[in-house]
């Protein structure tokens, strides 16, 4: 049986490798008769799908309005981005899928087996083609393998319409046909996975469509809505997930990330680490790696959205913007100090606990992250780490469905106590949950929406942007939302009160850094860091300055112009592509 199925794999994968292009037709009858007149040949080729999950990657949100990163992205600099640097114009992964579709047609295999995996194909086809629309707008539907005569081939786009009404097509059949209700291991789709699937993508879609009025299809709007709330709702009503608690509320958001087996009554998907398979993830060096990840590190226009642990702003205190590190992340929603070094967190080192205060080898704003990193050192130095990385969380239904709600004026409080309600519940915080919003957060609207009114909707993106944080949604969450201007804010760190004056981040009793200009302070304090915050050094700007010269927030990179425009909503088609194919045209904005 195992030499029958390693056959099969490697037939699976010669057929995959000849339906990478889409100008190549798989020519061997036999393989093609080996895998779909069998259903473990068709489980075997459906496996191949998954490759187009973004797998165990913790660096998702690396381009994204509340980290400041090594280097600008090249998309927000000032006159720098254009369609020769233009990626991801690649349709390999589409034609394996239209070529299962096409294929799964043997009478020898059950009318519901192949449904099941036709389900799965289209699933796949549905977060293939979401992926596109959300990068490029209008795109190509196709829904076949494409020979190389075929003069669809250079055919021009199809309007976002017709392909987002196919996607939804797509995953409603997938949700309908695919078998599988609950996988325990959360490694493979599931129904349920489908469902969260379409509630991301109605609710992307619905609210692209509310916001980017220059479409014209506010009308169409509401559809979408709809059914982003529906599918939400139909997990929720399954009872098959809960918001995790084990733990209590002072480690079990954070322990969602850090635990090598998915905590399966919150996770519905997952990329899972096995360390006997060397199948590994590399968290802990990208985050705590002066050289290998981008030292991508919170700012603190967003940390200062968090709220106190009583439910109230932190930001109402008119003391907040001179508020000194080790205070500021007192008595605030205890997903803070789960997400940041801070207060009380420690490493492993040598199987000793070692406090671990911000390390500015690794932070440009003082606000480093640790919500995908484990505490023990020994995970630093190379793609050594055993945690599984989720995919797809219920928080996400949860948020999905009080967002669709909201946005559609039909939220109520008992909407809100299922929602928003039990996450800051889990997060420690006691006021504010039984009911929803009434007063606007003036400072939401200033540093973030200023054109929204409702005090619900507000408070839905505050806790969506905390509760998802780096988890690869936030960037989707700006284009949706038409709030692309948020990536132009400044890179902005904690207060800094002074020059030469070593501050004990952690208040264990050790200073751990000093802020200086021109000549280190001597004698140097033993065991502290000290930043150079000169204007300039060697001749050359210096990015990480003090914003009042001598104190004030750190800045990062302040000094690197980055705009926005309408056009950036969409990237650019590449420019090879559209010499390839005139028929494509460009996105407005890019010639």
């Known amino acids: 049986m195992k030499i029958n199925k ?4 490697l037939v699976v994968i010669s057929v995959v ?5 889409l ?8 393989s093609k008769s080996a895998i779909f007149g069998s259903e473990n040949g068709l489980q075997l080729y459906a496996n191949s799908f998954y490759s187009i999950l973004p797998g165990n990657s913790t660096s998702l949100d690396a381009m994204s309005d509340y980290l400041a990163v090594k280097e600008v992205p090249s998309f927000i600099q000032e006159g720098v981005y254009a369609p020769n640097l233009s990626s991801g114009w690649s349709w390999g992964d589409l034609r394996n899928i239209n070529y299962f579709i096409v294929n799964n047609i043997d009478q020898k295999i059950s009318p519901e087996a192949r449904r099941n995996y036709l389900g799965l194909a289209r699933f796949f086809r549905a977060y293939f083609y979401f992926e596109k629309v959300k990068r490029f707008g209008d795109v190509p539907w196709i829904n076949k393998p494409l020979e190389v005569t075929d003069p669809t081939l250079y055919n021009g786009r199809d309007k976002r319409t017709l392909v987002m009404d196919s ?6 059949y997938a949700a309908e046909n695919i078998k599988s209700v609950n996988d325990p291991s959360r490694s493979t789709i599931t129904k349920d996975v489908a469902l969260g699937l379409k509630s991301r993508i109605c609710l992307f879609e619905g ?16 559809e979408w809505l709809n059914n982003a709330a529906s599918a939400a709702k139909i997990i929720m009503d399954k009872n098959t997930y809960s918001i995790n608690t084990a733990g209590g509320t002072n480690s079990s958001y954070r322990q969602v990330f850090i635990n090598p087996t998915p905590v399966s009554s919150e996770v519905m998907l997952s990329s899972i680490c096995d360390l006997t398979l060397n199948v590994l993830n590399e968290a802990n060096w990208w985050w705590t790696s002066g050289t290998y990840g981008a030292k991508a590190s919170f700012t603190r226009t967003f940390i200062n959205t968090y709220l106190n642990i009583d439910g109230t702003p932190y930001t109402d205190n008119p003391n907040y913007p001179t508020m000194l590190f080790k205070d500021e992340v007192k008595n605030r929603d205890l997903r803070l100090k789960q997400t940041i070094r801070s207060a009380d967190y420690k490493r492993i080192s040598g199987g000793t606990q070692v406090p671990a205060p911000p390390v500015f080898s690794y932070t440009f704003t003082g606000y480093q992250p640790i919500k995908w990193t484990l505490d023990d050192m020994y995970y630093d130095a190379g793609a050594l780490n055993i945690n599984s990385i989720s995919m797809m969380r219920y928080a996400e239904i949860l948020l999905n469905y009080a967002e669709a709600k909201a946005e559609l004026g039909t939220l109520t409080d008992q909407d809100w106590i299922l929602t928003v309600g039990k996450l800051r519940s889990r997060a420690g915080i006691t006021g504010g949950l039984t009911t929803k919003p009434t007063t606007v ?3 939401l609207v200033a540093n973030y929406f200023p054109n929204i009114t409702d005090a619900s909707i507000l408070e839905i993106r505050r806790e969506r942007g905390i509760e998802l944080s780096l988890e690869g949604l936030r960037f989707s969450d700006i284009l949706r939302w038409k709030r692309g201007e948020l990536m132009e804010k400044e890179w902005n760190g904690f207060y800094v009160p002074a020059l030469n004056t070593p501050m004990d981040l952690n208040e264990d009793g050790i200073l751990d850094v000093a802020f200086y200009q021109g000549t280190k302070p001597t004698p140097a ?3 502290v860091t000290y930043v150079d915050v000169s204007n300039t050094i060697g001749g050359k700007v210096n990015s990480q300055r003090l914003k009042n010269g001598t104190s004030g927030q750190l800045i990062w990179m302040n000094e690197i112009s980055r705009k926005w425009s309408d056009k950036q909503y969409y990237y650019p088609i590449p420019q090879a592509d559209a010499l390839r194919n005139p028929a494509l045209g460009q996105n407005p904005g890019w010639f």
């Open 6 to 9: 390693l056959w099969l794999l």
């Open 17 to 21: 490798t000849a339906c990478k292009k």
């Open 23 to 30: 100008d190549q037709e798989p020519q061997s009858t036999a």
């Open 167 to 172: 996607v939804l097509a797509d995953i409603n």
């Open 207 to 222: 609210t692209f469509r509310k916001y980017h009025t220059e479409l014209n299809l506010q009308n169409t709007a509401t």
């Open 441 to 443: 957060d003036p400072y």
């Open 525 to 527: 304090v033993t065991g």
